[in-house]
């Protein structure tokens, strides 16, 4: 059994682990609101983006932009968005059995983030690049990460270019997508989206009732598309990067609380077996100056 020093010894140690998850929880649930408003702010850019391009689209073979080319062969680069600390629950590891689960075994890698791009070195996974996105995240940072993959696809290095992230939903959910980027994914008669849209989608028969729907493309739609796709791919990398980021901070200040409450229950029982002991140590004591006062009378 731990003697009094011991258990007064632990509960320092506990204590001090407490107020470090504490702070943690604090900092991360400051950076978790402005992650979860920038991420749940540019949904409404994103889903405009992708009627016009339904609406562009619609009318032309997928043949006329390379973007939109599917092709035969199943060459694979995967985008992978991870974390670059821990701390944040098990979003890498969930993020990591949906890669294993959705994408083809010889499949190639871009990695943001040092979590998953360490565990393909070690899982022997190729990792073509990798790049550093700061917090929060910047427009100008995931361009060049875009321009890359969608730079593959047209050299037809790749057939197809997935993305790997994790979706944020609310604070207590977050869940790991893998989505198709290139080609671009065009409406199945099974779904009730027009298209797979980075953080959600949006409803096409809703769409097709707009009446603000019916507008004109100048100098002509086909130079229109070809300047929007560009524009598509950009935006959806770095509506990626706000989902898995606004993820990662909720995740973290919710391992955090979860830490901290584990902390001050932990100290609770330690409190609790020190009084025990002590109060065992106290009454040991009082019989002992009874028996000699007895002894001595």
Sequence with gaps: MANLRDIRR??????????????????????????????LGGRAYSKHLLQVLYDIRKNFRDELHPYLEHRPGNRELVLVISTDKGLCGAINTNLARKIQAQTSPQADFVTVGRKLRVLCEKLGRKVIADFTVRD????GETRPIASFVGKQFLERNYDKVSIAFTNFYNTMRQE????TLLPLQGHRPDEDQ???????G???????????????????????????????????????????????????????????????????????????????????????????????E
Excluded at 19 to 37: E, F, G, P
Excluded at 136 to 139: A, I
């Design 194 to 200: 027009a298209f797979e849209m980075i953080g959600g």
């Design 176 to 179: 790991p997508k893998v989505v």
């Design 136 to 139: 929060p995240v910047p427009f």
């Design 202 to 296: 949006f409803s096409l028969e809703a769409h097709k009732s707009d009446p603000d729907r019916d507008y004109e493309f100048e100098p002509n739609p086909a130079e229109v598309l070809a300047t929007i796709l560009p524009l598509y791919l950009n935006y959806e990398v770095f509506q990626a990067h706000l989902e898995a980021r606004a993820s990662e901070h909720s995740a973290r200040m919710v391992a955090m609380k979860s830490a901290t409450d584990n902390a001050q229950k932990f100290i609770k029982e330690l409190t609790l077996e020190y009084n025990k002991l002590r109060q065992g140590a106290i009454t040991s004591e009082l019989l002992e100056i009874t028996t000699a006062m007895k002894a001595m």
């Design 10 to 39: 632990r509960i320092k140690s506990v204590k001090n682990t407490a107020q470090i998850t504490r702070a943690m929880q604090l900092v991360a649930a400051a950076k978790m609101k402005k992650a979860q408003d920038q991420a």
